[in-house]
């Protein structure tokens, strides 16, 4: 069984197509039953976000599954072969499972580490268990994909630091204030970087929010949209004292609050600490003010020197993100490579097996005397004797990771226990030892410092 | 030396240094070691204090050595409460030294047991030194918040986020904690110092007068630079509610405030006072 991955990212495909292959407005549900329905194999999953379009697959054959796969995305999204072909990448395996890892990670986002992505991933994989299209390798791929996101997350700083204006800007002000629950917020001036400022202290969860424009109609439109309360602009004075969080964002071409201005609204404040965000340009406050006690001034330059340092802290994470996804790959490929050895499980357990149902039938005779009971207990001893014995060579072919060894091993047992005579083993025993395989294997994985698989071989 | 005071100083030290580390690589693994570590050095100076007051009859505050080891172990308990309640690490790097530079004194310098005078043989004797050895312990407490609170403050205001922006709580919490210190202080503060006051008043009508309590008046040194505390702290108290004086300038009077405790906790006690030098 094979992992093929074919999609699309904001890496190789512009926004317009993007859009197109957005799966969320065709349904999801219907894109994974279209897929699960496909000739080549039925797992299946569907990563889509405003950024990727993804289908992650499992098939026998990479090549009939790629063909697969490229048909649906054009017949899904009615596109033709030529308009898709140069922006899709397909990945097999180990890699295709690399690239989840780092998308996971938020190695591969717009902004590397944004935190969104793990979520999106999740829901991805949340859909498809509840479409029932995923099966042990896709099941693998995913829980492998969150440990290493949370693996990131917890052991890099990849994600830290806001890397955007107004992020940053709320960064500085739980910084200085703590819990925002309680704050009050003036915006002055109506423009397009306040009110994304002022969105985002907001979803902090302010108690308040104060707007003033010079401009009362402007001041309204934007009160309404953001629950805000207006105040006249001649009341800009008592507007700061009572605020907490100032955000300026005029069209003014020179600076409209000075520092006798700030001072005299600080007066009754009694030092209660006022910061106050000017992403105007030209700037709306007199740089000066920055010198009064407990008033911190910010404008727009200073927090891009954030951001700007927020995101090179980021790049140098990137190495070590990668080293953690590249262990769990490594652990991802060695899995994959031990399921080479269920073939060989299987067999080994139906020549026991079968062994003992001849052994029993041979024995009938001379069993009939028995009660039920008896030959219940009968059957139950030698299935039990059987079990015992397997569980050791079991446990020892899923520990072997590399494809020699596996075929050494599965030549020795098949000489050993004429293997070859049993025949082709049933589906339903393959699909049972399968499951029975992911059950151990998330046992195994709970510690996770142990080391991938300990290979018996040498 | 002192063995028994050494285990906690090892251990005090080895929890500073394990906090030093949490705070330049901020992993919380190793915050959490710190904390164990601190706790694992409280309850072992824990268990010392209790050996002595099992020995002597009587907590072991009789005598500058064995009041600086009592004052090291309730500073310990009380950051750990702090840390604790805010699930902050980043402090034990500020309060730990001040632990381990304190516990040296009874681990390396051990006076020898005091035999109890006869004035310490009254009730009122462990109310006044616990009060104010506690009294100390959350002085010290608001004195590192306060030093943290400046550096922070300093970071912001200067526009240049770096490596305290990245691992103290806000300037808020901070303030806050600072505030609530002292105030928990004054108050231990004041208690101690009234029942002194009461004590030395009763003891001056025994009958064989003990040359020490004689020596009890504004005139020594130690009541001097006590009610000198006292003094900086109230007025900071006051000045917190009456003209809201926090943040920085808070900062600063604990400061102030706690090198007067340390000049009064070490070498007023064993060079200058009269009436204190149990």
């Known amino acids: 069984m094979h992992l093929l991955l074919i999609g699309v990212s904001h890496r190789t495909a512009p926004i317009e197509l993007r859009e197109r292959l957005d799966f969320s407005a065709r349904g999801l549900s219907e894109a994974l039953a279209t897929l699960a329905g496909r000739p080549s194999g039925a797992e299946a999953a569907v990563l889509s976000t405003c950024n990727r379009a993804e289908v992650y697959l499992a098939c026998e054959n990479l090549d009939r599954g790629r063909g697969d796969a490229e048909q649906f995305f054009a017949d899904f999204h009615r596109l033709t072969h030529e308009e898709l072909r140069p922006h899709l990448y397909a990945k097999t395996d180990a890699e295709a499972a690399r690239h989840l890892f780092r998308v996971a990670a938020g190695l591969d986002s717009l902004v590397v580490g944004e935190p969104q992505i793990l979520g999106q991933v999740k829901d991805a994989y949340g859909h498809a268990n509840l479409q029932q299209t995923t099966g042990p390798l896709l099941k693998r791929l995913f829980t492998s994909a969150f440990t290493a996101g949370k693996r990131v997350r917890a052991e890099t700083r990849l994600a830290e630091g806001a890397v955007s204006v107004s992020y940053a800007a709320v960064a500085l002000a739980r910084k200085i204030f703590g819990d925002l629950k309680d704050r009050t917020v003036l915006v002055v001036g109506a423009g397009e970087m306040g009110k994304l400022t002022a969105l985002h202290m907001k979803s902090q969860g302010i108690r308040k929010m104060l707007i003033t424009s010079r401009t009362a109609t402007h001041a309204e439109g934007l009160a309404q949209a953001m629950e805000a309360t207006v105040i006249a602009w001649d009341r800009l004075v008592g507007a700061l004292s009572e605020s907490d969080i100032v955000i300026t964002a005029t069209g003014a071409s020179a600076p409209i609050i000075s520092r006798p201005l700030v001072e005299t609204a600080m007066r009754p404040r009694r030092h209660r600490p006022l910061f106050v965000i000017d992403i105007a340009v030209p700037r709306d406050v007199d740089p000066r003010a920055g010198n009064i006690e407990q008033v911190f001034l910010y404008n727009i330059d200073d927090l891009q020197a954030v951001v700007v340092e927020n995101v090179s802290r980021r790049t140098a994470e990137v190495d070590q993100a990668e080293a953690i996804v590249t262990e769990e790959v490594d652990r991802f490929r060695n899995w994959m490579q031990s399921r080479g050895a269920i073939p060989t499980v299987v067999a080994l357990r139906q020549r026991f097996e079968a062994v003992r149902r001849a052994e029993l039938e041979r024995l009938e005779p001379k069993l009939t005397g028995l009660s039920p009971e008896a030959r219940a207990r009968v059957d139950e001893v030698t299935r039990l004797i059987v079990e015992k014995l397997l569980i050791n060579p079991t446990e020892q072919l899923k520990s072997l990771s590399d494809s020699e060894t596996i075929a050494a091993y599965t030549d020795v047992l098949n000489r050993l226990f004429d293997l070859s005579r049993t025949g082709q083993a049933d589906s339903s025993l393959q699909k049972e030892l399968t499951a029975a395989f992911a059950a151990a294997d998330r046992r195994a994985e709970r510690p996770r410092s142990a080391p991938a698989k300990t290979s018996s071989s040498s | ?278």
């Open chain 2, 1 to 278: 030396m002192d063995p028994m005071n050494i285990v906690p100083l090892g251990l005090y030290l080895v929890a500073g240094l394990v906090y030093a580390v949490h705070f330049v690589g901020r992993s919380r693994p190793v915050g959490r070691a710190a904390t164990t570590l601190l706790i694992v050095g409280a309850l072992s100076h824990t268990f010392v204090i209790g050996m002595l007051t099992m020995q002597a009859g009587h907590v072991p505050f009789a005598g500058t050595t064995q009041a600086i080891s009592t004052f090291v172990w309730l500073l310990a308990l009380s950051y750990l409460y702090v840390e604790i309640a805010t699930d902050e690490h980043a402090m034990g790097v500020f309060i730990v030294p001040l632990l381990v530079v304190l516990q040296a004194i009874p681990a390396f310098q051990p006076g020898a047991e005091a035999r109890v005078s006869a004035v310490l043989e009254s009730p009122w004797f462990g109310v006044h030194v616990s009060s104010l050895l506690f009294a100390y312990a959350s002085f010290a407490l608001a004195f590192v918040i306060g030093i943290t609170y400046v550096l922070l403050f300093k970071e912001i205001k200067a526009k240049h986020l770096g490596f305290f922006y990245a691992r103290l709580p806000s300037l808020e919490v901070l303030d806050k904690m600072n505030l609530r210190a002292v105030a928990i202080g004054w108050v231990f503060l004041t208690v101690g110092v009234l029942v002194g006051w009461v004590w030395a008043s009763q003891a001056r009508t025994a009958v064989d007068l003990d040359p020490r309590v004689q020596a009890m008046s504004l005139q020594d040194p130690k009541i001097f630079v006590a009610l000198l505390c006292w003094a900086v702290y109230s007025f900071e108290l006051y000045a917190q509610r009456a003209i809201g004086w926090r943040g920085r300038r808070a900062a600063w009077l604990s400061a102030v405030g706690f090198v007067i405790v340390l000049l009064n906790l070490v070498p007023v006690s064993y060079f200058f006072t009269k009436s204190h030098n149990f």
